[in-house]
């Protein structure tokens, strides 16, 4: 099994930065895809972004020149930096891992953090 533990949300004022952090522990052999989404009251859970063990990275189009993910595969580590928040931004944000190869058993399984809430509020 495999456990993800979300840091870093909390409460910002447009315009401001927030750091998310994701670690990933258990039986863990490689972890293909490492993502955030974000899920408003109300709405459907959407991605924000995701990166691969390669570093190839994918952001949705309302983030892109705003928010910067990053990975320490050593460390099975995914970072969100958000830069110029906006009230828009205001959800409960995500870890997943995407395609994770476990040491004691076959298959590829995906896993989900428990969210961690963010507030851009002045």
């Known amino acids: 099994q495999v456990q993800l533990v979300e840091s870093g949300g909390g409460l910002v004022q447009p315009g401001g930065s927030l750091r998310l952090s994701c670690a990933a522990s258990?039986?863990?052999?490689?972890?293909?895809?490492m993502g955030w989404y974000r899920q408003a009251s109300g709405q459907q859970r959407e991605l924000v972004a995701d990166?691969?063990?390669?570093?190839?990275?994918n952001y949705a189009d309302s983030v892109k020149g705003r928010f910067t993910i990053s990975r320490d595969n050593a460390k099975n580590t995914v970072y969100l930096q958000m830069n110029s928040l906006e009230p828009e931004d205001t959800a409960v944000y995500y870890c997943?891992?995407?395609?994770?190869?476990?040491?004691?058993?076959?298959?590829?399984?995906?896993?989900w953090g428990q969210g961690t809430q963010v507030t851009v509020s002045s």
């Open positions: 258990g039986s863990i052999r490689s972890i293909d895809t």
């Open positions: 997943n891992a995407r395609n994770v190869r476990e040491l004691w058993r076959g298959g590829l399984y995906h896993y």
């Open positions: 990166i691969t063990s390669g570093g190839s990275t």
